[in-house]
């Protein structure tokens, strides 16, 4: 018997009255999406359109089977479904805002109508880290580069070849990028460019990386080579394992490189300036962090993740996510890959960009929040900003900066990754914060 609003994205609102003494409150407004990242292991036959999710319980934290766990952002769900249910919590007029699309590009939050809204302080649940309060977040763009394939006759008598990018970690690419992980996709551009100077061979496809907004743990390439240059191929391979599990070292010591058998009959292949071009853009295009804050210590500025690498049926794309918390220099990369795409003949596409939420020195629900922690637990929770995209940039613009806003959530860890996991005592203090 609550008041619903589901909009054309998708979007729903649930409005539900004060509680007894709080009628006349202002309203409050909790927020958080209700889509999840689909990433799972390889040998995992897993529909994320029709399979639940297998929960896994060890010890203090929920794990998923294999797949990604969905906790970033069913949390924030959870609770506010929790609130709405409930007969015995106080609180004032509340309306639980659960977007749609975040994780692809904030679609639902870009689509909503702030009208449908009265509230003016809203509580984003989409943090991972309890005890830290999140007051500014960065802004961002995606780019995809799209290169032209020409292609030519595959060569007689060549050995079909598959080298394959596994074991890394991977990872959120604003959470996880300071980290230092390695990147498939950039990893096989150095190895292709390495060997495309030492083997006569000839590219058929390379794919890595399945979400813009994940850094990539594995990558496939597809060769034809010389049967003769095999061997020489395996030991380059036995070589770029020496000197990525050095670079990698306490990092991604995970990696692996494998060489196997491509029996598969193939008829054409990338020609060598379109095999050039691809080593080119997967050489230069900027991957990992770009700036650290000067203002926030240990904060990462600006970035950019390569995240999809994929192989279609007349051009190879190139999905990136561009973050930065100053407007000015996520123009600046984004100018990169435009001069990118002039030098090695490819098109650029912009989409998905967002806006940065600046941090607001007077916000009166921070100052609830902090007070509420230390009385809770008698310490001041941390204040601080974030790497990657929330919806807060896109909510203050759309009430034109006159709302109050605050995130936070309980701890998640690995989200975005088949090892994310959640912790249950952690969840259990969040909510008792959050009442």
Same mark, same amino acid.
């Given at each position: 018997?609550?008041?619903?609003?589901?909009?054309?994205?998708?979007?729903?609102?649930?409005?539900?009255?004060?509680?007894?003494?709080?009628?006349? *409150?202002?309203?409050?407004?909790?927020?958080?999406?209700?889509?999840?990242?689909?990433?799972?292991?390889?040998?995992?036959?897993?529909?994320?359109?029709?399979?639940?999710?297998?929960?896994?319980?060890?010890?203090?934290?929920?794990?998923?089977?294999?797949?990604?766990?969905?906790?970033?952002?069913?949390?924030?769900?959870?609770?506010?479904?929790?609130?709405?249910?409930?007969?015995?919590?106080?609180?004032?007029?509340?309306?639980?805002?659960?977007?749609?699309?975040?994780?692809?590009?904030?679609?639902?939050?870009?689509?909503?109508?702030?009208?449908?809204?009265?509230?003016?302080?809203?509580?984003?649940?989409?943090?991972?880290?309890?005890?830290?309060?999140?007051?500014?977040?960065?802004?961002?763009?995606?780019?995809?580069?799209?290169?032209?394939?020409?292609?030519?006759?595959?060569?007689?008598?060549?050995?079909?070849?598959?080298?394959?990018?596994?074991?890394?970690?991977?990872?959120?690419?604003?959470?996880?990028?300071?980290?230092?992980?390695?990147?498939?996709?950039?990893?096989?551009?150095?190895?292709?460019?390495?060997?495309?100077?030492?083997?006569?061979?000839?590219?058929?496809?390379?794919?890595?990386?399945?979400?813009?907004?994940?850094?990539?743990?594995?990558?496939?390439?597809?060769?034809?080579?010389?049967?003769?240059?095999?061997?020489?191929?395996?030991?380059?391979?036995?070589?770029?394992?020496?000197?990525?599990?050095?670079?990698?070292?306490?990092?991604?010591?995970?990696?692996?490189?494998?060489?196997?058998?491509?029996?598969?009959?193939?008829?054409?292949?990338?020609?060598?300036?379109?095999?050039?071009?691809?080593?080119?853009?997967?050489?230069?295009?900027?991957?990992?962090?770009?700036?650290?804050?000067?203002?926030?210590?240990?904060?990462?500025?600006?970035?950019?993740?390569?995240?999809?690498?994929?192989?279609?049926?007349?051009?190879?794309?190139?999905?990136?996510?561009?973050?930065? *918390?100053?407007?000015?220099?996520?123009?600046?990369?984004?100018?990169?890959? *435009?001069?990118?795409?002039?030098?090695?003949?490819?098109?650029?596409?912009?989409?998905?960009?967002?806006?940065?939420?600046?941090?607001?020195?007077?916000?009166?629900?921070?100052?609830?929040?902090?007070?509420?922690?230390?009385?809770?637990?008698?310490?001041?929770?941390?204040?601080?900003?974030?790497?990657?995209?929330?919806?807060?940039?896109?909510?203050?613009?759309?009430?034109?900066?006159?709302?109050?806003?605050?995130?936070?959530?309980?701890?998640?860890?690995?989200?975005?990754?088949?090892?994310?996991?959640?912790?249950?005592?952690?969840?259990?203090?969040?909510?008792?914060?959050?009442?």
């Amino acid at each position: 018997n609550l008041e619903v609003i589901q909009d054309k994205a998708l979007n729903v609102i649930i409005k539900k009255a004060g509680t007894a003494g709080y009628e006349n *409150s202002a309203p409050v407004i909790l927020q958080g999406h209700m889509d999840m990242v689909p990433e799972k292991e390889d040998d995992v036959d897993h529909d994320f359109f029709a399979d639940p999710i297998a929960f896994i319980v060890k010890d203090d934290f929920v794990y998923a089977d294999k797949t990604t766990l969905g906790a970033d952002n069913g949390i924030a769900v959870s609770y506010g479904l929790a609130i709405l249910a409930s007969d015995s919590i106080a609180h004032p007029p509340l309306e639980l805002l659960v977007t749609t699309s975040e994780e692809t590009g904030m679609d639902g939050a870009f689509a909503l109508d702030a009208s449908l809204l009265s509230g003016r302080r809203l509580i984003n649940i989409d943090s991972e880290e309890e005890g830290k309060l999140l007051v500014s977040c960065a802004g961002g763009i995606g780019a995809t580069l799209k290169l032209p394939i020409e292609w030519e006759a595959a060569p007689v008598g060549y050995h079909g070849v598959d080298v394959k990018i596994d074991g890394l970690s991977g990872g959120h690419s604003g959470m996880e990028i300071d980290k230092q992980r390695g990147s498939a996709n950039k990893i096989m551009g150095r190895i292709l460019f390495d060997l495309e100077s030492a083997l006569d061979l000839a590219v058929v496809a390379v794919d890595g990386g399945s979400k813009h907004n994940a850094i990539p743990r594995s990558a496939t390439l597809s060769l034809l080579v010389k049967p003769a240059d095999e061997p020489i191929l395996a030991e380059k391979l036995t070589k770029w394992t020496e000197i990525l599990l050095n670079e990698l070292q306490g990092v991604d010591e995970g990696i692996k490189l494998v060489q196997s058998p491509n029996e598969q009959k193939v008829s054409r292949v990338f020609s060598k300036a379109t095999t050039h071009r691809l080593v080119e853009i997967l050489s230069i295009v900027p991957t990992g962090v770009i700036n650290m804050s000067m203002a926030i210590p240990g904060l990462v500025q600006t970035s950019n993740n390569l995240g999809v690498l994929r192989t279609e049926a007349d051009q190879v794309t190139f999905e990136n996510t561009i973050r930065s *918390s100053v407007r000015s220099q996520k123009v600046e990369v984004a100018n990169q890959m *435009s001069l990118i795409a002039e030098a090695t003949g490819a098109l650029v596409e912009f989409a998905s960009e967002y806006p940065e939420w600046e941090y607001n020195p007077t916000s009166e629900l921070r100052d609830v929040f902090m007070a509420a922690y230390e009385e809770l637990y008698g310490a001041k929770p941390e204040i601080s900003a974030i790497h990657a995209g929330l919806e807060c940039g896109l909510f203050s613009e759309k009430f034109d900066g006159k709302i109050d806003l605050i995130s936070f959530g309980p701890n998640l860890y690995d989200v975005h990754t088949p090892q994310e996991h959640m912790s249950i005592s952690s969840v259990e203090r969040t909510w008792d914060y959050l009442k």
